[in-house]
């Protein structure tokens, strides 16, 4: 199986390449179009700033390529909200493939959200075999708000999406690549899309 994560200056591709290992599986990292278009999988890791990732993301002319896709993608963390139309984030508007804005905690809570949270209200085939209430490693300031496309909510402070899915795109808000069993399931399941 060919699986490709987006390069676009993020952080922790080696933490998701080393789960993928752990899973008998091998990532590459690349902005090239044809490796991304050829592949059986692509994941849009995420750790960074939503300008500048989208900046790079359209220099590369990736801003147009990703949208397009086929087969099945996951964006985690930046890489989800990067999926969505619009981040306060830098004012970035994003790829638009999910039509939802991405907002900033507001005052009185710590950010960013660092650390162990429960996922709820689970839907789909990322999260089969993954049990209700489960905990998910998060690290972010910014949230996508909630609508239909959710596959799984999270509150802190407010209620957010913690996941979604649209069609062959697949986006969750926390690190399956730090999150222990759980998130090692979930990007098993992912795989086996």
Known sequence: MK????KYGAGNTS???FAL???GHTGQVTDDPHLLVSADKVIFPGVGEAGAAMAYLRQKGLDRLLPSL????????LG?????SYSEESDTPCLGIFDKRVKRFGPGLKVPQIGWNNIHDLKGELFEGIAENAY??????YYAVCDD????RTDYGIGYCSAMQKNNFYAVQFHPEKSGAAGQKLLENF???
């Open 136 to 141: 998910m490693y998060f690290v972010h300031s």
């Open 15 to 17: 933490s998701v390449l």
């Open 70 to 77: 086929r087969q099945p993608v996951l964006g985690i963390c």
């Open 149 to 152: 496309y959710d596959t799984a």
């Open 21 to 23: 290992q752990r899973l």
């Open 80 to 84: 989800m909200q990067l999926m969505c």
């Open 3 to 6: 699986i490709a994560l987006v």
């Open 191 to 193: 795989l086996k899309l």
